[in-house]
């Protein structure tokens, strides 16, 4: 088997963290996963949503976006279309949940994080890098609530990160780019903590199916992708 | 452990499916989970949408809603405010997909085959039951379509179901409903085929994360209860 | 004359209420005018709306909705439209102002009764059905907030029900079903209290009119039909 | 009884048409039910909407709206907050469904009325000046057409009119202006013919009722009223 | 050089002011630039937006509509389709920003005066009428907020108008009507103040472009009609 | 006087162009006007609007959005919040007519090229950068369309390009940043051509007014800007 890519089967495409891409967020990184890049800001706001004001606990939300032409057909601006499509719906519900994962609500205090996740060039895989570079804004956003003594505490429990794995010509590949993602038969998505558990797991097999070997297959890749990033991420941190 | 249900843990609630349960779908099922109810009906409509059109395959499509009090506090009708919510446009979609996984859609011509699942009464386990029901109605649609000579073929590829398992206090348990959903660590929905074999698989964490044993440890109790909802469903299609 | 239905010019389709049809609402009522079924529900909520705050009185409020397949043919999801067509907005509106003439909202005290009534098979006359299902469900709903001490008097001033008359080949007929609706020259809801007043009183002659005594015998036949309905409402509330 | 305005129970406002008020439109009708004052245009266009093409029928369509400054206090602007509000859904549809009736829509071939009533002071009875003054516009649209030649047929069947009548202080009155309506029990409106057949009949007794007798007294008020303003229509109609 | 409507180049159209107009409102004027006629009135109301609160000053926001028919052809109904065009939108914000700047906001009071400009016929400049009609409205409410003792203190602090130019076939004229503002290359609209400086000034060269002396030409034409403007809407304004 | 930014009052920001920013579209450059920063790209697409079809022209259009976070404080995301707002339809529509002035559309065939401007970081100016930026990325389309071979033709009339000056502290200043922005008096926003002749002038005084005098000095700093703009354009687009 080869890749479309040219990668062995278990291989990242390159990642790069730049941290402080833009000036005014408390937390800004630009994430590229190959051609892949995304702008992943995080916001701090006092106080939380009226359904959680009280009881002293913190939020995070999330929310992403596609700049029309980060693809490479032109997409109509969701904006003008007046409605958030299905897809990108689902999308910032999934980065939400997954970085809520990453903190100790309780010891963020009443306060809110609100990621931003905005793609700029498209090449699959735009969920995974999204998640994945939002987790290192989502430090510096608490790194700057502590600078500021917002907080005293330290509510991260543990970085988290993503990857996609998936099923081509009958392997499991990690990591795919888009003519991966469009060939292959199944596509995975798999968020995980830096201790090696699982957060959320997303297979879908659009139109086919896989057994239950093919499904290990891939989350053996997803577990060695992750932990890779996880170093990636904290190599980053480390820096400046 | 003792589940909130008083259930064995690789016990399912009561199932029914009532076919023919309104007069106008080609396909028509009242599906119970336990006290969890929905209506699933599948319409047939020649022709597919545009982007497909001219060549030659069909489509299968669903739609989601909750009746404002399906649930024990009311909810505001997504119609009056004038959006559907993210978690009712993540819900359809996976409706549609596993239900395209069902079908050869080169075998269905260019028909399409609109899934409705609105959930008349909730308790945990609305989509699962709702991807359950809506097989039925859509083999009833296919019997419909092949009846009246619409289709000399027969596009049912395999029966699928859905199940949703749980870490329940550290054990892994089948077939939520909604007190056990609410105290559950870890919830987990999987849609598979009657062969065995997976189409979709989503787990999340909401806050926490599940260990690698666990998640095998839930995966082999839907294997199971799915075995089983798909037996029931075919004793309802052999009815009448 | 013959009706296509066969009945008789001031027969009734069969009439059937089944109370605590869903288990969550305070009132729940699955009414069927022959082939039409609606699922009326009453949700109690505490408190007004805003501009009525203070005032002391009550609010009757009421919400309708088609599932898609109700009808022949599906009809486009309203929710998933983005907004309630006008038929809907007018239905929804007619009948909370017939069920506010049930009670008396100064008795009812500051609490807010929402009405959602739901055509889950539709054979014609599902707004009078609506109605007609609703005050039963209304009367649980009061039944309930008695029960639970929350109001310590009995707002209900009297029954109401609806029920359609038109006139078809020169004759005026009652309750008409779908073909006879479609069929008929006049068409007129009416909304009648069990004193034998009227609440409202809709005649409409799509592109046509109709002369002063045939607006006199279908309101005759109309006093008659919303008798023999108070009847049933009273039978079906004195059961269990 | 005396009534607010200082009217006899039978006695209109000051009724006039000032034809040609705009220069656009095909029919220009400034309508005055004493300090009501609506702006009715009739714009004509060739072709009629998709689901009638090829039927060689015409249609004819009403939009209404208020200024947001036609009232005692501003209304929020309906274009502004993205949605018509129920009531002016239920006027418009009342307008199209009352206009048609005066047209025979076979003779109109192939071309759309569309009717727009705005507005510009209310002081009660928009609806029935709007449709009373609609007729005139209409009718000067008819003679567009019949001028230009587009068609050679008159599809007029009827001048219609409309005034409301309701209940107060125990006694019919007709065409009630805002203190009026807000003080009586009951309001009717009511569209005719001139022949003295009905169109539309739609009594409300919002949290209230009425008798038969009462009913058939605002009936008799009404085809007076309706009687007087068909004979107006008729005098402006003639002139220039 | 001859202008289509046979203007000499530094003429306006006929100019009126018909002041309450309508009389509900504050101030209600109807203004007419040729047959581009406007109703604008003013709504004067207690308090200011959230954003303002608590700091003293005023607030004045205007919004803009066409009647439907006000033009040749008859446009799509912003209330119906949902939401106001970007020229609706650009058209409201100018008329607001100019009127902020005849007024004193902090000698206001928290006190709002929303501006309604609705164009009932139109033959080009509705933006310019819009603003010079609604200075004098403005007025109106303001004289009425000084009768009834809410301000003690004259806003004021000077009238303000606006007047359209262009270059036509290489000549610059005043005030253009709709057959001039086609066939003209450059359409520029200047708001300014009874002092002669200048509020807003917004050129534009669809397609095309214009040089300094141009521009200059063009501003020296808006002077002197805007000049002429204020002189009538004094004139107005010391009637009655 | 002393700027803010320390600049001298005709000294423009840091200004530079990086081509081939992002890898799908036609044209891609981020533009750089000190810490304003936007994506511009241009995408090309064969045909015309409706309304334009063969009438052998094409069309330029734009849209323009900013990032949640490119400002201080977090903006909601319109596409979350289902329409854009009045600024950012204000802007679009001047950066699609000022391009438009940069082709000869009949030169350019029937194809549509769509402007995309994005902001990732605002700091004043956005309107200018995004026009200035999007001029340098319709020529790299344009050139595109050339070396495809889909027009023979060259429709490039003239660069453009835009600045704001504005008066601060009473004297004209050039290209402003965010906080001499929100201190002066004026603010002016010219687009002109290469030529020198205007394209768009847009004077705003909001609250205030600027006097004749003023203007010519604002006008005489904006043409200077403009024409280094160009150069710095000219010199971008000469590399590579």
Redesign the interface.
Known sequence: MQRPSGRNPNQLRDITFTRNF????EG?VLVSFG?T?V?C?A?V?EGVPRFMRGEGRGWVTA?Y?M??????T?MG????R???G?????I??LIG?SL??ALD?ELLGENTI?I?C?V???DGGTRTASITGACVALVDAINFLQRKKVIQTDPLRQMIASVSVGMFEGEPVLDLDYPEDFAADTD?NVV??E??????????????????EE?NAM?DLA?EGIASLVSMQKAALAEG
């Open positions: 833009t000036c005014h967020a800004s051609n890049r702008i800001t916001s706001e929310e976006g700049l029309p032409r980060s693809t490479d032109r601006r969701e904006a003008a007046g409605k958030q299905g897809r990108t719906v689902e910032q519900r949940r809520r994962a609500l609100t931003d905005d700029i060039q498209a995975m995980m903590g201790s090696g558990s699982f957060i959320e797991v997303q297979g879908t097999a659009e139109g086919a199916h896989f057994a239950r499904l989350l577990s």
